[in-house]
C-alpha cells in the first residue's frame, strides 16, 4: 500500500509521499514513489504513483523512453496545457495493465495504478490532477484544494480542517508531513522514508525537495509537538454536566 498527497494553493503546490510498497512479518521494501521532470523556464512536473509497482514502474520507464524519442508522437514536453499531459499518463497506464491484465489476474493481484500529476507550464496556472487505473482524472477544486492516493483515510481529517486556497505552502507542507505521519501511525503498509517537494508557482525552477527518515531532526520534532499538542487540547475539551459536580 502506499500514501501520496499534492496540495495545492495560490502560492504553489506541495507533494509528499511515503515509500513502502511492502509490508508483512519478516519483508519490508521500499521505493521512490515521486517523480520530478524540470525543464527550467519551461515547465515543472511532479507524478506521485501507487497501486501496482510494477504498472508505475513500466509508466515511469515509458515516460522516459518517450522523452529520448525524438519520433515520439507525444511526450511530457508536447503538451500545451498540463490536463494534456495527465491525458497521456492515462493512456500509458491503461496501456500497460492491458499487457499484464491476464498473468496478474491469474496471480490474484492487480495491476491498477493511481497518479497525481502536478506542477505548471510557462504561462499557464499550477495545477494538480488525480489520474485513475481507468484513464480518466480529476482536478481539484476551491472547497477541495487537495488530491490522495492509496491509504488516505487517516490523513484525511487535518487536510480537511486546516487547507485553503490562501494557506501558505509552508503550513500547508507541515500539513502534508502531519497527513503522513498521522497515516504512518495507523497503517503498517504506509512507512517512512517520507518525500516531500515543494513548488513555487511562477518560478519555473526545480522544486525544493527533502527525505526525512524517522531519525530526521524535524520529523521526530514535528511528530513530539503534534502529539503533545493533541494531548494539551483534549484535555481542555468540555466537560460533562455530571463532571461539574
Not at 55 to 82: H, M
Request: hydrophobic share 35%; net charge neutral; with cysteine.
Amino acid at each position: 500500500m502506499t500514501y501520496c498527497l499534492a496540495i495545492k494553493v495560490n502560492k504553489g503546490v506541495v507533494f509528499a509521499s511515503d515509500s513502502r510498497t511492502n509490508a508483512g512479518v519478516d519483508y519490508i521494501a521500499t521505493y521512490s514513489k515521486m517523480t520530478r521532470f524540470v525543464w527550467p523556464g519551461e515547465r515543472v512536473l511532479v507524478l506521485l504513483t501507487s497501486g501496482s509497482l510494477a504498472t508505475s514502474q513500466a509508466v515511469v520507464n515509458a515516460i522516459k523512453r518517450d522523452l529520448e524519442d525524438p519520433e515520439a508522437e507525444f511526450t511530457l514536453r508536447s503538451g500545451n496545457y498540463l490536463h494534456e499531459v495527465a491525458q497521456y499518463i492515462g493512456e500509458l497506464s491503461q496501456k500497460e495493465q492491458r499487457r499484464h491484465e491476464k498473468a496478474m489476474e491469474k496471480s490474484g493481484n492487480s495491476a491498477e495504478s493511481s497518479f497525481i500529476l502536478g506542477g505548471q507550464i510557462n504561462g499557464k496556472s499550477h495545477e494538480i490532477f488525480m489520474i485513475y487505473p481507468q484513464g480518466n482524472f480529476v482536478s481539484t477544486s476551491t472547497d477541495t484544494p487537495y488530491l490522495q492516493i492509496g491509504e488516505n483515510k487517516y490523513g484525511k481529517p487535518i487536510l480537511d480542517r486546516i487547507i485553503t486556497p490562501t494557506t501558505s505552502l509552508e503550513d500547508a507542507a507541515r500539513c502534508a508531513m502531519v497527513s503522513l505521519d498521522s497515516t504512518i501511525r495507523s497503517n503498517i503498509s504506509v512507512g517512512p522514508p517520507i518525500e516531500l517537494s515543494i513548488m513555487t508557482a511562477g518560478t519555473m525552477e526545480a522544486p525544493y525537495h527533502q527525505t526525512f527518515t524517522m531519525n530526521s531532526p524535524m520529523y521526530k520534532s514535528m511528530q513530539k509537538q503534534w502529539t503533545q499538542g493533541l494531548k494539551r487540547t483534549f484535555n481542555r475539551l468540555p466537560r460533562f454536566e455530571w463532571e461539574k459536580s
